[in-house]
């Protein structure tokens, strides 16, 4: 998304991940000429694992075993997402799901999860391995949390989030999603409208909508929804945007010479 904070002017080239947010450039005004298209930009490391991952989600998804969703806060934490995310965890959980939880770099936030989790009979444990109902992850940076992602992905078959930076898995790699409300931010309902409008995406509203999380995934299971919206948001548009940008980016320090900035 591209709200009006993001509209840089004076630049030499200006890097947008989609024709959609070039033309809201030029609306507001960019000259056309500055503006190149990369595609998503989306972690490599989930890249390379796109295709494989989503032939093996498109089967979990149209078979009767669990699935496997992850849950994402953002590193403010802010309370009613922290609410809305723990009953969403339980509700799925308590249909017969299994659920990874990243808390970021926050141990406290993390056992304050844990606690509350276990009060309601719940067995969360925490890492990444086993076969826990419920896997609580704790990263040192931003990069370890990726790696962690990035292990985890292909067994991933949604994911539970605000409508920031990750809502390109749901429109790039075919991975559904679930917003977190209420939004934040400017980008946050813009994000959230691309991502409902292609039709890989669904809000929870309030708390009534993360408490019935369990039957509104069984239902759109049922109903090949779910199937569907992972359909939707796979193959329709590049995701090697970071690839295209440094390419891009070694051209112009080329063309300017080795003395010369970017």
Excluded at 127 to 154: D, M
Excluded at 179 to 188: D, E, F, Q, R
Excluded at 207 to 218: K, N, T
Excluded at 219 to 243: W, Y
Aim: with cysteine; hydrophobic share 45%; charged share 20%.
């Amino acid at each position: 998304a591209a709200p009006s904070e993001a509209i840089a002017r004076g630049c030499r080239k200006i890097l947008v991940p989609w024709l959609e947010t070039a033309a809201r450039f030029e609306q507001a005004g960019v000259p056309a000429e500055t503006l190149v298209v990369t595609g998503q930009c989306i972690e490599p490391e989930l890249v390379g694992l796109a295709e494989m991952s989503q032939q093996a989600r498109i089967e979990r998804l149209s078979g009767g075993g669990p699935l496997t969703a992850a849950f994402f806060t953002s590193g403010a934490y802010p309370p009613m997402h922290i609410r809305r995310l723990l009953l969403a965890v339980r509700s799925f959980v308590d249909a017969g799901q299994k659920a990874v939880v990243f808390c970021g770099r926050s141990e406290s936030v993390a056992g304050r999860m844990i606690t509350w989790l276990r009060r309601q009979g719940l067995s969360p444990e925490k890492g990444t391995g086993g076969a826990a109902e419920i896997r609580i992850v704790v990263s040192q940076t931003r990069e370890e949390e990726s790696q962690r992602t990035a292990a985890l992905f292909p067994e991933l078959d949604l994911f539970i989030a605000p409508a920031h930076e990750r809502t390109n898995w749901a429109v790039g790699l075919g991975l559904p999603l679930l917003i977190l409300c209420p939004h934040i931010g400017s980008y946050a309902p813009l994000n959230a409208a691309i991502a409902t409008s292609r039709q890989v995406a669904v809000e929870l509203g309030d708390d009534r909508a993360a408490e019935s999380m369990g039957d509104l995934i069984a239902d759109f299971r049922r109903s090949g929804r779910l199937a569907a919206m992972a359909a939707n948001g796979f193959g329709r548009t590049a995701i090697d945007g970071f690839d295209s940008a440094a390419r891009l980016l070694i051209t112009m320090v080329s063309d300017r010479g080795p003395k010369a900035g970017c």
